[in-house]
């Protein structure tokens, strides 16, 4: 039977053939692919082209093109990612499958970050996925992005490879979303405190805006702030009932701050860039570990682990683990290639929805929020 060549199934032509059965349909599969299936996963939500491939929970490959378009801009630009993403992901899938060494007739699932994200990047990821699928006569499996980001501590790069075990707590935080999740299965999770207003990588990319570090700030900052001194300015952080938290005040008072300090000396961001970075992340990065550590505090979970971009930097890593010597917990921070966006993490949930039959139909649109 030809393969449908419509995405949208009230689009096409009655032909009989059912759209939603193209998820259960291709050739059938063995008992052994069934538990331990190849799976190419896709992330283009925002900035970051991303393929990987992954035998099961076993991470085989994990390509990432970062865009460099923005920096000039200070920001991610939508039409400008889309565009940019519809040039890299062919070669970045390509590059993703020969790093597998597999062919792809071996790939059983296509596993696709659906969102939240910048709708036009999202839409490339998804399209590419669908057609890739279909082309195979293999199911999709649609994956949402913070979700993806949680489970990336089930990535095994090797048999020693530590997972968490459930209840854990996590810390989740990225460019738009700061919440901390106590995970009972890889798909409940019951949301215990999370950001009233910007998220925390919000926070730290807009401090390094105001001194014109560059964007993403948050990376600047964490290099920035290993040769200041955290003390040498304070910022206070929000009284904000239970485990919320809020950030755009701090960012606020960043700003005024160096809007009077400036009024008096034109180049004091210049000469106090490396205390002022290492200031902002302490009072940032602290208030993040605190509310954490009171969740974990509150529940008794034993398990805490961190996740999202500003999980790579090297004070919330290092705090978390001193809080974890503290309180004897077992802590787990990711490496460094699986906090900030990646498909690796895609994959995994996807392999996780696999083990379910958990498959999308073909009509399935992206989500931004
Ligand atoms: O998870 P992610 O890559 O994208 C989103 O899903 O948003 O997170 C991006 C965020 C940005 O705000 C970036 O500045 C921050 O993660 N980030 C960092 C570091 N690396 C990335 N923040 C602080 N220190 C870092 N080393
Ligand atoms: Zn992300």
Redesign the pocket.
Known sequence: MPLPRYYNAKDAPDTGASFVAIKARGRARTKEEMDIPTILAIES??D?TSAAVLRGDRILSNVIASQKVHEQYGGVVPELASRAHQQNIVPVVDAAIRNAGIAKQQINAVAFTRGPGLLGSLMVGVSFAKSFAQALSIPIIEVN?LQA?VLSHFIKENDLSPVPQFPFICLL?????TQILLLRSHFEFEVLGQTIDD?A??A??KA?KIMDLGY????V??RLAKEGNPDAFHFATPSIPGNDYSFSGIKTSFLYFLRDRLAEDPAFIETHKSDLCASIQQCIIGFLVKKLEKAVKETGVRQVAIA???S???L?RSQVQLMGQRRRLQVFIPPFQF???NAAMVGIAGYFKYLRQDFADISLPPYAR
Request: glycine share 22%; charged share 15%.
């Open positions: 939500s925002c970051d992005h980001h935080v990225s460019g738009g979303h998220a990588g919000e730290i990319d390094a993403p700030g948050g990376p900052i964490d999202g971009g500003v790579a930097n090297s919330l906090c900030t966006d």
